[in-house]
């Protein structure tokens, strides 16, 4: 048998191959959009892919199954569990097949058992694997967003997302009920989890690739939690924000999502596209650097850096995919890497984009402070200090006085500022505070500063006496 890892460090996906040489069978398990990857490793194998599967219908990034079976001919193993609400709207192409728990097919001589494993999604499925040239008994399961290195996926996703109320404590105690079950299973077996450090998945995801059920079991607190009613309220609280976009990934992935051959080129525009798209208010995505936002900028474009490896995931925070989108590359050679980037969360459409020779007449600075500028500032009744990180980082400690609001809820709060203040952005490390000055930017707001310390100087510079 051959088992192969792919691993996704902007949207801290994981994704397996896995193989049999004896009939030169191949299947994909969760892929993400960009295919490429998975044919060209199972081609280095001698493998052809036969076979794909996902374990439920994701809500972070686009599926690869129709993608890879349209590029393959791949058969597509789903889901048929779950209400009516949550069977796949593609489930009738004839490469499809629906199954359920206890289902199991064939990879050559591996086989893989569907085990029915609801909480993070009503239809989530895992998948035990048994390589049979070998054994009599499964060596590891495929856990999807059900189990994580450290931690069990969230159930909360259907209600803050998708809008789904009244679903996240059916969903907690459903996840209570599908760890008893995955209790009995032999201590020995491989966990293969969907997701790493760094997923908003969970609330405290392992940076580890894998792990076995037997350690998880040991300090893994969701197998710690015997009472149903204490392992609600602990899988519910201090759970991270939820990326808007998380419900147009979902409805993308039950319908089946388009192909990529099938979506335009974006094309390379002038500077008077841009000022016609900004003028339309459409939403432009400057992917520069952040010292060359700072230092000249087209008003009205955000800062948005693909220095951050999950800069894709703001762009979908923030954006209508209904609407064109356009963007600002570093340069002609990012720009590749920047499209299949945004796909991969389903920003389909990409008009286009613009080099940084259109950041030229009529740009402007954006205005910066240092932690020691804006201690001298805090008497001043007209500033606000906006600190965007996320609610369980404000928490642990932040500077007194400071108002919070997480960035991926700022377009919705604008209300709660005034735009008579003058508004200093703040973060941890200074990426997420641009990113909150210029959409405060774009907003009309026009006394707006971005805090370009990180935590390590604003923490010392507000001493430990006031810094809480």
């Not at 690869?64 to 009738?92: C, F, V």
């Not at 893989?112 to 070998?134: I, K």
């Not at 599908?178 to 299973?185: A, C, E, G, S």
């Not at 800069?311 to 590749?336: L, N």
């Amino acid at each position: 048998m051959i088992l192969r890892y792919f691993y996704d460090d902007q949207l801290a996906q994981a994704a397996y191959m896995v193989g049999c040489p004896r009939s030169g069978e191949a299947l994909i398990v969760d892929p993400m959009r960009n295919v490429d990857q998975y044919i060209r490793a199972a081609e280095k194998e001698g493998l052809r892919i036969t076979q794909v599967t996902e374990t439920h219908i994701h809500a972070d990034f686009v599926s690869g199954a129709r993608e890879l079976s349209a590029r393959t001919g791949a058969t597509i193993y789903l889901s048929d569990m779950g209400d009516e609400n949550w069977k796949y709207g593609y489930a009738d192409d004839p490469k499809v097949i629906l199954v359920r728990d206890g289902d199991s097919w064939m990879v050559g001589g591996v086989r893989m058992e569907v085990v029915h494993t609801p909480g993070h999604t009503l239809e989530h499925v895992a998948f035990l694997l048994t390589d049979t040239a070998a054994a009599d008994q499964p060596m590891g399961i495929f856990t999807g967003d059900f189990l994580f290195v450290g931690d069990v996926g969230r159930p909360d996703l259907l209600e803050a997302a998708a809008g789904f109320v009244g679903t996240k404590e059916l969903g907690a105690r459903q996840q209570f009920h599908t760890v008893q079950r995955i209790k009995q299973l032999p201590d020995y077996l491989q966990v293969w989890p969907a997701h790493g450090a760094g997923s908003a998945c969970g609330k405290a995801l392992g940076a580890i690739p894998s792990t076995t059920l037997g350690y998880e079991k040991l300090f893994n607190p969701a197998f710690q939690i015997n009472d149903e009613d204490d392992f609600v309220r602990w899988l519910l609280d201090a759970q991270p924000e939820a990326p808007f976009y998380f419900a147009e990934m979902k409805r993308v992935n039950k319908v089946g999502p388009e192909l990529i051959a099938d979506l335009p080129t974006p094309q390379h525009f002038d500077r008077a596209t841009l000022d016609a798209a900004l003028a339309e208010g459409l939403f432009v995505a400057d992917m520069r650097s952040l010292e060359e936002y700072r230092a000249a900028h087209v008003p009205g474009t955000v800062s948005i850096p693909t220095s951050n490896v999950m800069f894709s995931t703001y762009v979908g925070w923030f954006i209508d995919y209904r609407k064109p989108f356009y963007f600002i590359t570093p340069d002609e050679a990012s720009v590749d890497f920047i499209v299949t980037s945004l796909r991969a969360i389903g920003i389909d459409n990409i008009v286009g984009y613009f080099t940084p020779d259109v950041v030229t007449e009529h740009a402007t600075p954006l205005p910066t402070m240092t932690a020691e500028e804006l201690a001298v500032r805090m008497p001043d009744t007209h500033l606000t200090v906006l600190d965007v990180r996320g609610l369980t980082e404000y928490e642990a400690g932040h500077i007194p006085g400071a108002a919070h609001i997480a960035l991926g809820f700022l377009p919705r709060n604008f209300d709660k500022l005034s735009p008579a203040d003058l508004i200093v952005t703040q973060c941890a490390g200074g990426y997420r505070a641009q990113v909150a000055a210029s959409l405060l930017r774009r907003q009309g707001f026009k006394h707006v500063a971005t805090l370009t310390d990180g935590e390590d100087v604003w923490a010392q510079v507000f001493s430990s006496e006031v810094y809480s």
